[in-house]
């Protein structure tokens, strides 16, 4: 915290009364509390905030410890510490009961005054942030819904394609080449050594009648119901049902080849068991995994996770509450909480992940509620993201092409950093369009722009355009 270097002499002969206006306006609520903890005077900003917090009105002469919740109230002993000790203590987030079946979470910082032993507690409300947050994890669980069915429809094409025990070739129509064949139709056709893609159609393929594999797919391409074509491949007894199938994707057309023995016994055995393989390979997977109970405190936690947050063993973290380590504020972890027990699992959260030596790493986070026999547990897996979202500064100064783009910001960004830097980007570009529309006649721009020379001269200044000697000359 940097302080007034003159107080008395900047702020003069400042009574209590206008102390008190000060500290009622720079707060949405404040607290004088003396050397017990005990509440003397109270000042909240807004009627709103002052009905829902529960007995508010009669919170003066309490313990401050009896105004919050249970799990903030060694918080509150911690606080007034600090301040005796430093005179000002460190932010920390206290939740209040409130009369609508709610929570409300307030940041905290308490400054000792005067000399009669007595604090200030000065409070934000993060309402506003929680419910930022809150509409962005719903959003990002929308889509991700709407990802998650395209992504099962995939899967289930793909389990099925790979594992069908039929060759399966796809076919662009356009270039007659195959862009993709399953296990079976390369170890019937290519022996198993992958070569299949990319061929054309049906040449090269080792087949009898090759001719007549081509009307079947000419006809297919039409759109007419065709029947299955029996045939035979190169020096091989064996006779297959071959069927076509056209479907589109986007602009481009396809044909879906099957090629069916008409006699077929291979029986394919069932995978073996690999949950002590799955078991080893989160341990020491590079993405950080972590359980904890229902209350965000760790039970488990990996190698990777540990080395993110700098620790040297895991009982360093067992115990601990997550969010030690995890989260730009205290208010992530409640998010993750709370959209945890309300969906059952959330993706790609963006968050920040504070090492116990002062690193600081941007990471996603994946998980998932899990119910056991006694008690509710949550896993996590945190992956770091920092290579992802630390970008040339050159390309900072692109407007981002689409709103996904300004949305992945959310969360890693303070949201008036985002305002800033998109409006700079914006002020830039017009500068430069106007600029090159008046073949850099800047008195032009200036007009054309709706700005005086002068503040023209101020922004490309501070953008750093054009040669403004002889301009700054002129204007002296």
């Known amino acids: 915290m940097k302080l007034f270097r003159a107080p008395k002499e900047s702020l003069g002969d400042l009574d209590a009364e206008a102390a008190a206006t000060v ?34 009105d009669r919170w003066l002469g309490r ?52 000399q009669r032993n007595r604090f200030v507690a000065i409070g934000r409300d993060l309402r506003s942030i929680a ?20 992504r099962h429809l995939e899967t289930r094409y793909r389990m099925l394609f790979q594992s069908s025990s039929e060759a399966v070739l796809i076919v662009d129509t356009a270039s007659q080449r195959v862009v993709e064949a399953n296990p079976a139709a390369n170890k019937l056709f290519a022996h198993g050594t992958e070569r299949l893609v990319g061929r054309p159609f049906p040449d090269g393929l080792g087949i009898e009648d090759s ?17 299955d074509l029996g045939l035979r491949l190169d020096g091989r007894q064996e006779e297959f049902l071959v069927s076509a199938t056209l479907f589109r994707q986007d602009v481009a057309s396809f044909l879906l080849v ?13 995978p073996s068991s690999a949950k002590s393989k799955l078991l080893r390979l989160v341990e020491t997977a590079p993405d950080g995994f972590v359980v904890t109970d229902r209350d965000g405190r760790i ?77 509710q547990s949550f896993g996590f897996a945190i992956r770091n993201v920092d290579l992802r979202v630390k970008t040339d500064p050159l390309a ?26 998109t409006t700079d980007v914006i002020e830039r570009l017009s500068i430069e369009a106007a600029l ?24 490309l200044r501070r953008f750093g355009l054009g040669d403004l000697g002889a301009e700054d000359a002129s204007e002296r």
């Open 211 to 227: 001719h007549a594999l081509q009307s079947l797919s000419a006809m297919a391409k039409t759109g007419a119901n065709v029947e």
């Open 23 to 56: 500290i009622a306006a720079a707060a949405d609520i404040a607290l004088v509390v003396d050397g017990d903890g005990v509440i003397q005077d109270i000042a909240i900003q807004g009627p709103d905030l002052a009905l829902e917090l529960e007995n508010a």
């Open 436 to 459: 090159e529309l008046t073949s850099d006649n800047r008195a032009s721009a200036a007009e054309m722009l709706g700005l005086s020379r002068q503040s023209l001269y101020v922004k």
């Open 299 to 375: 039970v488990i936690a990996n190698a990777a996770f540990l080395t993110m947050a700098q620790l040297s063993s895991e009982n360093q973290a067992r115990g601990e509450s997550i969010d030690r380590w995890l989260g730009r504020s205290s208010v992530d972890l409640s998010v993750l909480i709370a959209n945890l027990k309300q969906h059952g699992s959330i993706r790609t959260f963006a968050t920040a992940l504070r090492g116990e030596y002062g690193a600081n790493t941007d990471v996603e986070i994946s998980g998932v509620a899990m119910a056991d026999a006694d008690q």
């Open 63 to 114: 313990p401050w410890s009896e105004a919050v919740r249970e799990e903030s109230q060694p918080k509150v002993g911690a606080l007034l510490q600090e301040a005796a000790a430093q005179r000002t203590s460190r932010w920390r987030q206290l939740n209040h009961p409130s009369s609508l079946d709610a929570e409300i979470p307030v940041l905290y910082s308490v400054v000792q005054v005067g």
């Open 396 to 421: 900072r100064r692109e407007l981002p092409r689409s709103v996904k783009q300004l949305t992945e910001l959310v969360g890693r960004v303070p949201l008036k950093d985002i305002v800033r830097e």
């Open 258 to 270: 099957r090629f069916e023995r008409v006699r077929f016994d291979s029986p394919t055995a069932p």
């Open 131 to 150: 419910a930022l947050q809150q509409r962005v994890v719903e959003a990002q669980i929308s889509i991700e819904r709407d990802y998650s069915r395209l």
